[in-house]
């Protein structure tokens, strides 16, 4: 079932931004995020919190801050139920565009958002960082990403 974030939710969330993100949020960054307005909803099984979405709605277009979906839970249609649950919510909110950030790296996520009509607008040199177990950080592009809603999109 799709339904919004709520404060009990968090902790969970905090459990999948950790094996999905080298930089996970904490539960005060979820809690701020959620106090200054951002928008998102979650995938709940039957009690399980599977995945999740936050974005921001600036004016007339919508910024994707995360998509999130737990590994044992993935390449089973719920990341297109999160990005189609964006994009509706988008176009209900009458933004006229979507943009994204993507780890150049992450091909899977870059095959998705094509597939949902993103096109490649830029690339952002040196974006993400990674720690490495000796200690430097490791640098990645990442790729920007944008999908215009026409008013033919039929979600």
Not at 38 to 50: F, K, Q, R
Request: charged share 20%; proline share 4%; with cysteine.
């Amino acid at each position: 079932m799709l339904r919004f974030i709520r404060r009990e939710d968090l902790p969970r969330l905090v459990e999948i931004d950790q094996v999905c993100h080298p930089h996970p949020c904490t539960l005060t960054q979820f809690e701020d995020l959620l106090r200054s307005g951002v928008w998102g909803v979650l995938i709940d099984l039957d009690g399980e919190i599977l995945g999740y979405t936050l974005a921001s709605v600036n004016v007339d277009y919508m910024d994707v801050l995360n998509i999130a979906v737990s590994p044992t839970a993935r390449r089973s249609g719920l990341g297109i139920l999160l990005l189609l649950a964006l994009l509706t919510q988008a176009k209900a909110c009458g933004c006229y565009k979507v943009m994204l950030e993507v780890r150049i790296s992450n091909t899977n996520a870059f095959s998705l958002y094509r597939w949902a009509g993103f096109e490649l607008v830029g690339r952002r040199y040196r974006y993400y960082y990674n720690i490495t177990p000796s200690g430097p950080r490791n640098y990645e592009d990442a790729l920007v990403m944008k999908c215009l809603l026409g008013e033919d999109l039929d979600l």
